[in-house]
């Protein structure tokens, strides 16, 4: 229950200025009483006064009374939904205004006041709800989204406008998440979200608190977990948001090479027990208002480390306030994942907080994508040398529960769309690129994939351009769109691909070191089902590859990605293959991915 009364149980106020509340949203900002009237409340325990101004007021000041040993102001104001407000902080006889840190919207591109909503709405997911997990030993494919270019038909795109087109894309292609960058409010629009002045705003650009609500159910309703992209690191400095809130360095640090970030922004300071409740009452908000199934928690390693920089040491406060968070939405919601964005080898990410862990469920393996990347930008009579790029991953990949990532940061910035990453001729790189998202999707790991990777975009993201679907039109395109549809269900439905993600006896090398003509083969297993997948990563041609084995198997083609219904020139229908005498010998074209079931051979002699 919200509480609507002027003064509170000042218990409440104590757990948030310790920060052991994940409850702040129900406290502060407008909340409507039976009466009709709102209590409007405020944490500013440095500022002298404070105004509230709005619609309801003409824009004239309202004083609001302070709590001063609690540090909060508050005033009850007859209001209505649809209001725009402000606060007027004063502090040493120096007024600023400031937008509500619990505002739920804010005029993003006017003058920043936050906005009274309704945010009643009534859910249909339930069904959903009650069957959702953490999908360790489920299928999770996850097709990474930003709202504002999906489909950009007009200058301005609401949740509601492409939702029935995304459903319809992502079940068509058997993804079974997606994720949207930020979608809190953001003062810059190129930032993408990652510099956020309304941690609890739905931003305007995109629709209303009921639009994302409803764009959620619709997911839901169709079977799509959705997570949600946000920022715990560093907040926009606009002196309008959380910068010097109360007139001093209320959110940040007041010492300057602990306030800003990389980006120019400033860092939250989590020695603060009102800013530790505040991040954890965020992510309480989200998840228990809009029904998200997880939170990918951008730039873990910069809350790990000073600046990142391994070099400085382990940032305790941060580390403690990771360790907090994970214990508090795991204790609440059991089925609701946390992933890390970690770019850093700093040991237990995913491991419980109990056993000295940061306590996330995922994270993503940026190891192995930089590896996989580099790789296949080496053009193929140089991968000779290169090797080590596909082959380590696996030395490491136990040591945390990893997602593979193919995200928007690296098709951005002039780093190149994914089908350009590629070496080779036009027409080999199209093989390459299937090539790369077969070993993504049958290596051990959860997945993720950019919009725009699974059509080959040969342009760079954009944020101000919708995707270039009309790039489809032509068959080398729409082939291998296709080839990433049916590499996705073979995916999903198949249990080897994810069961046994994290469990060594869910995978093993089958060729690993064979440099002379870069080959790689592996098993993944789960119960009595085995698959084979052999990767030729080379341009060059081999009739009777070796690969050892000392079982009588039968070994039958499930996938290829030169087949002639994905552009190439192979016939789908390859019979079975019996394993002769101790090796199983393939035939290789330039740049196959090849996947094989295998099942026992049953008869007298396997050849």
Same mark, same amino acid.
């Given at each position: 229950m919200k509480v609507s009364i002027s003064e509170i149980d000042h218990k409440l106020i104590e757990d948030y200025i310790r920060g052991d509340t994940s409850r702040g949203f129900e406290i502060f900002g407008p909340i409507k009483n039976d009466d009709g009237i709102y209590t409007f409340r405020l944490y500013a325990p440095e500022a002298d006064e404070v105004y509230l101004k709005g619609d309801f007021s003409s824009w004239q000041g309202l004083k609001m009374t302070k709590n001063p040993k609690y540090g909060y102001f508050y005033l009850r104001v007859p209001a209505r939904e649809g209001d725009y407000y402000k606060f007027v902080i004063g502090k040493d006889s120096n007024f600023i205004e400031k937008a509500d840190p619990y505002g739920r919207s804010m005029n993003a591109e006017g003058d920043f006041a936050s906005l009274i909503v309704d945010e009643s709405y009534d859910f249909h997911d339930g069904e959903y709800l009650e069957t959702r997990s953490k999908n360790f030993d489920r299928p999770m494919n996850i097709y990474e989204i930003h709202i504002g270019s999906w489909l950009r038909l007009s #200058?301005? @795109?609401?949740? &509601? #406008?492409? @939702?029935?087109? &995304?459903?319809?894309?992502?079940?068509?292609?058997g993804y079974t998440?997606?994720?949207?960058?930020?979608?809190?409010?953001?003062?810059?629009y190129p930032s993408w979200g990652y510099q956020s002045s309304g941690f609890f705003a739905t931003s305007s650009r995109y629709g209303s608190v009921r639009d994302l609500k409803n764009f959620v159910d619709l997911l839901h309703q169709?079977?799509?977990?959705?997570?949600?992209?946000?920022?715990?690191v560093h907040f926009a400095s606009d002196a309008f948001g959380l910068d010097h809130f109360d007139g001093t360095a209320m959110y940040e640090s007041k010492y300057q090479d602990l306030k800003y970030s990389e980006w120019g922004s400033n860092n939250f300071d989590y020695s603060k027990g009102h800013v530790r409740s505040f991040m954890k009452s965020v992510f309480t908000y989200w998840i228990e208002n809009f029904h998200f199934d997880g939170i990918r928690v951008d730039a873990v390693s910069y809350m790990i480390y000073y600046s990142g920089n391994k070099n400085r040491g382990p940032h305790r406060d941060n580390i403690s306030f990771l360790k907090d968070l994970s214990r508090t939405i795991n204790d609440k919601y059991p089925n609701v994942m946390l992933i890390a964005e970690d770019s850093s080898d700093y040991p237990d990410v995913t491991s419980p907080v109990d056993e000295g862990g940061l306590g996330f469920d995922y994270k993503w393996d940026l190891g192995w994508m930089n590896d996989t990347l580099r790789y296949f930008k080496v053009d193929s009579f140089n991968r000779i040398d290169y090797q080590k790029y596909i082959n380590f991953s696996m030395f490491y990949f136990y040591n945390e529960n990893f997602i593979l990532p193919l995200s928007h940061d690296e098709v951005v910035h002039l780093k190149g769309s994914m089908i350009k990453k590629m070496s080779g001729s036009y027409e080999d790189s199209f093989k390459e690129l299937k090539l790369l998202y077969t070993y993504q999707m049958t290596h051990p790991g959860k997945k993720l994939n950019f919009m725009g990777n699974d059509i080959a975009t040969f342009d760079e993201w954009n944020e101000n351009a919708s995707i270039n679907w009309d790039i489809l039109k032509f068959p080398v395109h729409d082939d291998l769109n296709r080839y990433v549809r049916d590499l996705n269900y073979l995916y999903k439905d198949n249990k080897v691909f994810y069961e046994k993600d994290y469990e060594e006896e869910g995978f093993e090398w089958k060729v690993v070191d064979d440099n002379e003509n870069s080959v790689f083969a592996y098993e993944r297993r789960a119960g009595d089902e085995r698959f084979l997948v052999i990767l030729n990563m080379t341009n060059t041609?081999?009739?009777?590859y070796h690969i050892p084995y000392d079982?009588?198997?039968?070994?039958?083609?499930?996938?290829?990605?030169?087949?002639?219904?994905?552009?190439g020139s192979r016939d789908a229908d390859r019979k079975k293959i019996i394993k002769k005498g101790e090796d199983l010998v393939v035939e290789l074209w330039e740049y196959e991915a090849l996947i094989l079931k295998i099942d026992t051979y049953e008869g007298k002699k396997a050849y």
């Open positions: #200058d301005r @795109v609401n949740f &509601l #406008d492409i @939702v029935d087109k &995304l459903i319809a894309y992502v079940k068509k292609m998440h997606i994720e949207i960058m930020p979608v809190t409010e953001h003062p810059f169709n079977g799509i977990g959705v997570i949600l992209d946000m920022v715990t041609y081999k009739g009777a079982e009588n198997l039968i070994f039958k083609e499930v996938l290829n990605n030169l087949d002639k219904k994905y552009g």
